[in-house]
């Protein structure tokens, strides 16, 4: 199965700190690149996506940067809140979603 | 509007016997896709319905079914149970041919211990 490898797999860091976690895939008729953000009992839910054909995209405190030629792209947390504690999972795919392993994020107060 | 709805919850069951897991779409939705979460291994894709065909296939053995009926609503069913099918099951469903279909609105997923 084509793979998206996510790093790191947990991260903690500072209130008030950038959190970043970064994704590689393979395929490149991948088109579409999801971030999701999972808290326990919950499924998943999309937290913010884009498309090859842009290189970053805000939305409030969440910005995704891709670099279609290196295959890569992050997520970047700002002034990370306790809040945002959950497990963030990338994902990237066209017809099929194929989904990383997941980051757990743990933002300390 | 009501979300992606699954059933059950919660479930136990012993090596060898069967289960079946159930899928209620966002209405409107034709897409449906099924998900096995483990700690490990995150997300990983078994299976997606689309108008009641399976449109697209994961790397899982032939122990792994599912179906779509009519209505989108979808079932999977796993046969001959082994530990390691332990998990949580999550389906998904989308728009599937309209912009913004891959758009996966996630349900909250059947957690199934195998003993």
């Known amino acids: 199965q084509q793979q998206v490898k996510q790093s790191p797999q947990s991260l903690i860091v500072q209130k008030g700190g950038i959190s970043i976690i970064n994704c590689a895939y393979e395929n490149t008729a991948f088109d579409y690149f999801p971030w999701y953000q999972q808290f326990p009992g919950k499924g998943p839910a999309l937290l913010i996506a884009i498309r090859p054909d842009v290189s970053e995209k805000k939305e409030g405190r969440f910005t995704i940067s891709f670099n279609k030629s290196a295959k890569q792209f992050s997520l970047h947390i700002m002034d990370s809140q306790p809040g945002d504690s959950a497990t963030y999972f990338c994902a990237a795919g066209d017809d099929k979603i194929i989904f990383g392993k997941g980051t757990r994020l743990h933002i300390l107060p | 509007k009501a979300g992606v709805t699954q059933t059950p919850r919660y479930l136990i069951k012993t090596r060898g016997q069967q289960v079946t897991l159930s899928c209620s779409p966002i209405s409107g939705h034709r897409s449906v896709s099924w998900y096995q979460q483990t700690p490990g291994q995150g997300l990983q894709f078994l299976f997606e319905?689309?108008?009641?065909?399976?449109?697209n296939k994961g790397n899982f053995p032939g122990r792994f079914s599912g179906r779509q009926f009519s209505n989108s609503r979808s079932e999977m069913n796993v046969s001959t149970l082994e530990l390691g099918d332990s998990a949580l099951y999550l389906c998904?469903?989308?728009?599937?041919?309209?912009?913004?279909?891959?758009?996966?609105?996630f349900g909250a997923g059947s957690r199934l211990t195998v003993l």
């Open positions: 998904a469903s989308s728009g599937g041919d309209l912009s913004g279909a891959n758009v996966l609105t």
């Open positions: 319905y689309f108008s009641e065909t399976q449109r």
